[in-house]
């Protein structure tokens, strides 16, 4: 079993930033798994985000949000992050972690384990 707990969502005015954590446990996780974000706006498909490698040194994301958004791990603390800047009303979503025992880049929405995920509110 594998938890993904989400937090650090909330409301905020374009332009502003937030940094969401998502702080993984339970028996079968692995500190080599592939971690990464989606998020699903109102009405609309889950989409992918962001992913980081296991060791933190790959890193991929959507056109949307690259040169704006980092994606991080401390894997000693079992904990990935997403730091959202310059944020803007159409990154409005619920924004879910997610987590895979698989190496490589994983576009689609198939991955192991998901959080419950976290609301993103971007006022203009």
């Known amino acids: 079993q594998v938890q993904l707990v989400e937090s650090g969502g909330g409301l905020v005015q374009a332009g502003g930033s937030l940094r969401l954590s998502c702080a993984a446990s339970g028996r079968t996780f692995r500190t080599t798994y592939t971690m990464g974000w989606f998020r699903q706006a109102p009405e609309k498909e889950r989409e992918f985000v962001a992913t980081?490698?296991?060791?933190?040194?790959?890193?991929y994301y959507a056109d949307s949000v690259r040169g704006r958004f980092t994606i991080s791990r401390d894997n000693a603390k079992n904990t990935v992050y997403l730091q959202m800047n310059s944020l803007k009303p159409e990154d409005t979503a619920i924004y879910y972690c997610?987590?895979?025992?698989?190496?490589?880049?994983?576009?689609?929405?198939?991955?192991?384990?998901w959080g419950q995920g976290t609301q993103v509110t971007v006022s203009s």
């Open positions: 980081i490698n296991w060791r933190g040194g790959y890193t």
């Open positions: 997610a987590a895979d025992p698989r190496n490589g880049l994983i576009l689609t929405d198939d991955w192991g384990y």
